[in-house]
């Protein structure tokens, strides 16, 4: 069984903008099942298709399962089986040799950016580029699966 453990953080739009982005790629992401104890999601990138498969959250970590699909596949999935879709793109940085992934949100949730980093245990330090913003790990609905459902348009 994978662990993933990750925290999540709003980003500074105004700094990311400065950024020298390193690499990127566009994500499509859907929900076969949504729901606390479990999530099960399609995602298709640029390149390639993945199926994971995630448990419930206890503190900043989780029991996940990811295999790679047919892009084919995953396509039909999103398509025939997924109820919310969420649209990104997702940028690669590296600050102080962690992996930072940063998601600018399309379509009902343009406007969002998140910032994820992920840890080899829940005591793990690491700095914090200047461009990131308030912590937001514990706040569900920033959670993609949600934003599919409640897409950040709709917050007011």
Request: some cysteine; overall charge negative.
């Amino acid at each position: 069984m994978g662990i993933e453990i990750e925290r999540k953080f709003l980003v500074d739009k105004e700094k990311w903008g400065q950024v020298t982005k390193e690499k990127q790629s566009l994500y499509r992401q859907g929900y076969i099942v949504s729901d606390p104890e479990k999530t099960i999601r399609v995602r298709l990138t640029d390149k390639e298709a993945f199926l994971t498969i995630k448990g419930l959250s206890v503190g900043i970590s989780r029991a996940e399962f990811e295999y790679p699909i047919p892009v084919d596949d995953a396509q039909q999935l999103l398509d025939g089986f997924c109820d919310s879709v969420v649209s990104k793109i997702r940028y690669f940085i590296t600050h102080d040799n962690k992996l930072w992934e940063v998601d600018e949100f399309l379509g009902d949730n343009e406007g969002l950016m998140v910032a994820e980093i992920e840890l080899e245990s829940e005591e793990e330090t690491f700095s914090l580029p200047d461009w990131v913003g308030k912590e937001v790990t514990s706040e569900k609905r920033y959670s993609n699966s949600n934003l599919a459902r409640r897409p950040y348009k709709s917050w007011g």
